[in-house]
């Protein structure tokens, strides 16, 4: 398992690594971490090593750069498969290792290039980007795509041996029984002291999070807000939402996380560059009804009018918030949907996709000829 992010920085790749790793635990099988070297970075995870690499840091995110230890590192464990999580420096030159020893490689794109491009308006500088990041996959085995709208992308850019793998969501911590938890009810007592029905944004504060958008529902009557995270744009986010009833949580792990989903009503997300959306995942878990972008990974996972809405622009989402504010059936009709529509997706039954993937890739590299003692 190769990763440019890892433990203690927590992000969507961080965040899948980590169960990829305990379903592999949990399966029997043996594993290995290679990660940039950060401060307090663990030693070990599910029982497995944990290795690092020198890295450099750009804008707050260590990149870990090529290094020889990388390859001699892979030569030793002798893989069958190698995970290459969201690849760019370090996961390339794994990649280009693995080939040398013959060992399949399953890189995971997380990363919305034309997003990136679009928000850094870099212009004709965009097919540069998008030729670094073919450069990186092309020599994997297979590339995995976690949306239908990604895998597009990736099609259109002339990606080839393409898959599609989602990501899974904890069934057991995220759950609407939270509701009734203390540490819930203290949170809901917190966040709506009046009875006002909590809309949230939960997840990181980025320019490309788009969470200042939530300044379109000032107005909006018996409505408080909630937003849980912080990040870079963190003082243009409350600039923009100065004349709102809004409540800021910072950033929750755990249990506190799970009980802050359980507080809310509605779940707004407002970022419009997702190849996945993960807290949209975890929203329907928690039973509540999701507001999000008609783009990128959360066509695949709200179903407009039965679970939640999706919208093209401000105008719609202010409608769509305030229509669920104002009725509290609907609220839980599309809550109560919402938690059905993810009852498949734990991270068991996700993983064990991911390992027909790693299965399917070891049959498109020939095994190397073993040589007789």
Not at 3 to 12: A, I
Not at 80 to 88: G, I
Not at 157 to 168: M, N, T
Not at 317 to 322: A, C, E, P
């Amino acid at each position: 398992m190769v990763s440019e992010s890892f433990l203690p920085t927590v992000n969507g790749v961080t965040t899948s690594v980590c169960r990829v790793l305990e379903q592999l635990a949990a399966a029997g099988h043996k594993a290995m971490v290679i990660s940039p070297a950060t401060p307090k970075v663990p030693t070990e995870y599910a029982g497995f090593p944990v290795h690092t690499v020198p890295a450099m840091a750009y804008r707050q995110f260590p990149v870990g750069l090529p290094n020889p230890q990388v390859a001699r590192l892979l030569a030793d464990f002798r893989p069958d498969v190698l995970h290459a999580a969201s690849p760019f420096l370090l996961g390339a030159q794994a990649i280009a290792a693995a080939n040398r020893l013959g060992v399949a490689s399953v890189a995971i794109y997380q990363t919305d290039v034309a997003g990136f491009a679009r928000r850094n308006r870099l212009g004709l500088a965009q097919g540069a980007v998008w030729r670094l990041l073919k450069w990186v996959h092309e020599g994997a085995t297979l590339t995995l795509a976690p949306s239908t709208s990604s895998l597009a992308d990736l099609e259109a850019a002339g990606f080839e041996r393409l898959g599609r793998w989602g990501r899974g969501v904890d069934l057991e911590r995220y759950h609407p029984n939270n509701r009734g938890s203390a540490l819930a009810r203290r949170y809901r007592e917190f966040l709506s002291p009046g009875g006002e029905v909590v809309v949230g944004y939960i997840g990181r504060i980025a320019p490309e999070k788009q969470v200042e958008r939530l300044r379109c529902l000032r107005g909006i009557p018996g409505m408080r807000l909630a937003v849980v995270g912080d990040g870079p744009a963190m003082p243009a986010v409350q600039r923009a939402l100065r004349p709102l009833p809004v409540t800021y949580l910072g950033r929750l792990a755990g249990d506190e996380l799970a009980a802050a989903y359980a507080a809310l009503d509605v779940f707004v997300h407002t970022g419009e560059e997702e190849t996945f959306g993960q807290t949209v995942q975890e929203a329907h878990a928690s039973g509540l009804p999701v507001v999000a972008p008609a783009a990128g990974g959360p066509l695949d996972l709200v179903e407009y009018g039965a679970d939640g809405f999706l919208f093209r622009d401000d105008h719609e989402l202010r409608n769509q918030v305030r229509a669920l504010v104002g009725d509290g059936a609907l609220r839980g009709r599309l809550g109560e949907a919402g938690r059905r529509a993810v009852l498949g997706r734990s991270w068991a039954d996700i993983c064990g996709e991911l390992f027909a993937h790693y299965e399917a890739a070891r049959a498109q590299v020939p095994r190397p000829a073993q040589v007789p003692a």
